[in-house]
């Protein structure tokens, strides 16, 4: 890792709270609100992820819901892209495709309107946090769905004592997954 990559990590590191035990008991919380409230912090993340949108030869950036869209809208600002939420399900009012994934209790899906996703898009996805990786993995399976293909998937974050990376390499299948922290 490069000293000026280790600084933009340190940086952001630095503005990541831990909250233990929240929001169940044994679970180490990453809150991000406040590098959010931070305009250098925050202004360096968007630019650090737009740059690797454009080294991905990414032409839209899908976020998911909710803290993705945080990160992933001035993203797609920055890099000059579309922007394409991928939402909790009964959220979109359009025809959706729907992907459901096992969550560490019970199941959860996700939906992505059909009409803004189509073969020949190269689609960047961006999120918060990588945990176990059932999130991000349901969002490659949705945008592959609506014909597109999947450029990268990029995070603030990555837990790396979860399996979250094995299990997205294994779907990405050469895709870049970038973590700008591992914790
Ligand atoms: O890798 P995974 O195990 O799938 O976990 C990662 C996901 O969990 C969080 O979202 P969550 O839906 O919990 O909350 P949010 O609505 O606040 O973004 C986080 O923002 C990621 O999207
Ligand atoms: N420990 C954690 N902190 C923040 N977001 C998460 N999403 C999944 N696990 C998380």
Known sequence: MSTETQSTSDLLLSRIRD???????????K????LLADPEAF??????????CAVAGATK????????F????PVAVRAGLGFIPVRKAGKLPGATLSQAYELE????EIEVHAEDLAAGDRV???????ATGGTAEASIELIRRAGAEVAGVAVLMELGFLPGRARLESALGGAPLTALITV
């Open 19 to 29: 909250v233990p035990d929240y929001p169940k008991p044994g679970v180490m919380f």
């Open 31 to 34: 809150d991000i609100t406040p």
């Open 43 to 52: 202004t360096i993340l968007t630019d650090t992820l737009a740059g690797l």
């Open 61 to 68: 950036i899908v976020g998911l819901e909710a803290r993705g």
């Open 70 to 73: 945080i990160l992933a809208a």
């Open 105 to 108: 209790y019970g199941t959860a």
């Open 124 to 130: 960047m996805v961006i999120d918060d946090v990588l």
